[in-house]
């Protein structure tokens, strides 16, 4: 994507059917366009008088990245475009994500310094943690303000306050925050869970709102892998790849699987993106003890190996939380969740 401070150009590539190209027109553009505003608008002087050959970085990509990824989903619901309960499974989907980076990591540290190599590694939390981040802090202003004030609004009158041409002081971006909403606790909660080294609890977040986690446990898509979050996919070789740093299941010691082969076929069936959830729902059919064939490429020196891998399934069970919404919430929260999604005062 291209931004300008009126409008973005956005190229695709046309490698995906037309249903999930549609799917991530309409995702792209809702986060993209929000840059007009985040950061086009309301940018540090490391922003406006950004070096390109000696780069200076801001502290707050948890507001330019997180916060525009964040808006771009909530925005979907308040048009229309998808429901609350995709809404919730898409932060839910974040939170999971975020579970592979420092949580303790200061979110101002690693911005500041992304470009140094013990940090880079956490940038794309921005968008998982970032977006989260933004959604808490949402839910903050609207319990402290009756459902006046939400994170849209704080950003606009933000943008009010400077625009394009005025920058502020980076390591001033919360007094601008407090100043512009009129709330204190904002500085406490970006001091805990932003600039400082506190987990955010989403759970007590989402409570505010009527939404509570539900832990269940669950055999993992994948069986190769702990955390199937690190999985890849390599368009060249139409293969599944994985985060060097991942622990190996039981199931992908038993037959010899390498971190770094390439998963190219199960029991026969080839990995087909334009046919992806056929292989998905294969591979859930797949019961604990089958016999099972997996096909790798395996690189040895200057060649790639295709191996066969045979085994019996071990299905590794993982926990995992999923977000629902209260079957009998608060009037208090069934209120606050209306103004928290739909946007009404």
């Not at 190599?117 to 402290?144: T, W």
């Not at 992908?252 to 699987?257: I, L, N, Y």
Request: charged residues 30%; glycine residues 4%.
């Amino acid at each position: 994507a291209l931004e300008h401070h009126e409008s973005t150009s956005v190229v695709l590539p046309e490698m995906m059917p037309k249903e999930a190209i549609d799917k991530t027109i309409t995702d792209v553009v809702s986060h993209e366009f929000f840059h007009t505003v985040n950061p086009l608008k309301t940018h540090s002087e490391e922003i406006h008088y950004f070096d390109y050959a000696d780069p200076k970085m801001s502290q707050h990509l948890w507001m330019y990245e997180g916060g525009t990824e964040y808006f771009a989903n909530l925005f979907q619901i308040q048009e229309g475009l998808i429901n609350k309960d995709e809404f919730l499974q898409r932060m839910n989907e974040k939170i999971t994500n975020s579970k592979n980076y420092d949580d303790t990591m200061p979110f101002t540290v690693m911005s500041k310094n992304v470009l140094q190599d013990q940090y880079k590694d956490q940038y794309r939390n921005v968008y998982e943690k970032g977006a989260l981040l933004a959604m808490c802090l949402d839910i903050e202003l609207r319990k402290l303000s009756n459902g006046e004030m939400g994170y849209r609004d704080m950003i606009r009158k933000l943008s009010q306050r400077f625009g394009e041409n005025k920058p502020f002081k980076d390591d001033k971006l919360i007094d601008e925050l407090v100043t512009v909403t009129g709330y204190p606790q904002v500085k406490d909660f970006y001091n805990k869970y932003i600039a400082g080294n506190q987990p955010t609890p989403y759970a007590e977040y989402l409570n505010m709102v009527g939404v509570e986690a539900k832990k269940k446990d669950t055999p993992p898509l994948f069986w190769f892998i702990k955390d199937p979050n690190q999985t890849g996919y390599n368009d060249k070789n139409n293969t599944f790849i994985f985060d060097e740093s991942s622990a190996l299941s039981p199931f992908a010691k038993s037959v010899g699987f390498k971190i770094t082969d390439e998963i190219l076929a199960l029991d026969g069936k080839t990995i087909d993106i334009q046919k992806m959830q056929d292989f998905i729902n294969y591979a859930k059919s797949i019961k604990e003890g089958q016999n099972v064939t997996v096909t790798i490429l395996r690189k040895n020196g200057d060649k790639t190996d295709k191996i066969e891998l045979k085994g019996k399934a071990i299905l590794d069970k993982m926990t995992i939380e999923s977000l629902q919404y209260k079957a009998n919430p608060t009037p208090a929260e069934l209120k606050l969740q209306t103004q928290w999604l739909i946007g009404k005062k």
